[in-house]
Nanobody
C-alpha cells in the first residue's frame, strides 16, 4: 500500500523560500510521476506542478519561475518542490500524489502547511 507523506512547510515572510518533500512510501524503486497540489480553505486542491517519470515538468502559471520540482536521485519515490520568491497568495496546504494518465492514484496524505505572511 502506498502512503503519501508531505513535509517541509512552515511560516515564511514574503520573498522567502521553502523546500517541500514528498515521499510515495511503498511505491517501489521506479520513478513515478508526481503532482503537487495546493489547497486553501473552502477550495478544492489545485494542481500547481508536475514532475513526470522522465523528470520533465510543468507548472501552473502563478508559480512558473519561482517553484522547481525535482527528484531525489537516491530515492526515486521522493520528490521535492523548491519554492522561492514566496508570496502571500502561495499560502495553503500542499499535497502530493502519484499521477497516472492525469489522475491521482492514492489516498491523500496529511499535507504540509505553508504560510507566507509578514
Amino acid at each position: 500500500q502506498v502512503h503519501m507523506v508531505e513535509s517541509g512547510g512552515g511560516l515564511v515572510h514574503p520573498g522567502g523560500s521553502l523546500r517541500l518533500s514528498c515521499t510515495a512510501s511503498g511505491s517501489g524503486s521506479s520513478p513515478v510521476a508526481i503532482g503537487w497540489y495546493r489547497q486553501t480553505p473552502g477550495n478544492e486542491r489545485v494542481l500547481i506542478a508536475v514532475l513526470t517519470k522522465e523528470d520533465s515538468f510543468a507548472y501552473e502559471d502563478s508559480v512558473k519561475g519561482r517553484f522547481t520540482a525535482s527528484r531525489d536521485n537516491a530515492k526515486k519515490d521522493t520528490v521535492y518542490l523548491q519554492m522561492d520568491g514566496l508570496k502571500p497568495e502561495d499560502t495553503g496546504t500542499y499535497y502530493c500524489n502519484v499521477l497516472r494518465n492525469g489522475h491521482t492514484l492514492y489516498a491523500w496524505g496529511q499535507g504540509t502547511q505553508v504560510t507566507v505572511s509578514s
